[in-house]
């Protein structure tokens, strides 16, 4: 089981990045995959999820309504599309699969992990 971050990099406030996970070694349009991202000096936080048919959702409300994940599950690959960025989304964003789950914020409950990607915001 892989799972490949990409799509980081530095923008200024207001900007856009689109981060992509990438599976391999698995099926991953029959599991839940969330999105996290921990922040020098601080905790992981559970970002955003979608359920392995994509029909459900969930957002941190410090990103809602400018976060959307998505998912293409023929490319077996999960998108977070990050609009309207601000300096405190600076962190490394790291993807996760939740196996036996419908998904959830909750980083305990994913079973794998990719690397992460690295965001920074920044004027």
């Known amino acids: 089981v892989q799972l490949q971050a990409s799509g980081g990099g530095s923008v200024q406030p207001g900007g856009s990045l689109r981060l992509s996970c990438a599976a391999s070694g698995f099926t991953s349009r029959y599991h839940a995959i969330g999105w996290f991202r921990q922040a020098p000096g601080k905790e992981r936080e559970g970002v955003s999820y979608i359920s392995s048919s994509g029909s459900t959702t969930d957002y941190a409300d410090s990103v809602k309504g400018r976060f959307t994940i998505s998912r293409d599950n023929a490319k077996n690959t999960v998108y977070l599309q990050m609009n309207s960025l601000k300096s405190e989304d600076t962190a490394v964003y790291y993807c996760?699969?939740?196996?036996?789950?419908?998904?959830?914020?909750?980083?305990?409950?994913?079973?794998?992990w990719g690397q992460g990607t690295e965001v920074t915001v920044s004027s």
């Open positions: 996760a699969v939740d196996k036996g789950g419908l998904g959830t914020l909750e980083g305990r409950w994913y079973d794998y």
